[in-house]
Nanobody, 121 residues
Framework: QVHLVESGGGLVQAGGSLRLSCAAS????????MGWFRQAPGKEREFVAA????????DYTDSVKGRFTISRDNAKNTVYLQMNSLKPEDTAVYYC??????????????WGRGTQVTVSS
């Protein structure tokens, strides 16, 4: 059974940084594309970033390009989201996601429970 557990959320002032982590179990992590999504109050869940199984390719939504960086450590079964220059509009619950395909995707099959990120102005 696939388990994805996010951590690292919290309250930060605008302009600050946070690093989210997602620990994965129950899957052959090295072969999964991993992603991050977010959902703000009253809004639909939206794609944030993804990283190919090899770490050799990444994808970002336009609003976070240049500020967020997704990375992975296949030896630790963990994916990270480094978030810099945070803005109040980044406030949301952030979800980790996994997909077993060996290609880059924005469609994922497995989900964590999320971690809250709140950016104060």
């Amino acid at each position: 059974q696939v388990h994805l557990v996010e951590s690292g959320g919290g309250l930060v002032q605008a302009g600050g940084s946070l690093r989210l982590s997602c620990a994965a179990s129950g899957l052959t992590f090295w072969s999964y594309t991993m992603g991050w999504f977010r959902q703000a109050p009253g809004k639909e869940r939206e794609f944030v970033a993804a990283i190919l199984w090899s770490g050799g390719n990444t994808d970002y939504t336009d609003s976070v390009k240049g500020r967020f960086t997704i990375s992975r450590d296949n030896a630790k079964n963990t994916v990270y989201l480094q978030m810099n220059s945070l803005k109040p509009e980044d406030t949301a619950v952030y979800y980790c996601a996994a997909d077993g395909g060996l290609i880059m995707t924005r469609t994922f099959n497995y989900w964590g429970r999320g971690t809250q990120v709140t950016v104060s102005s």
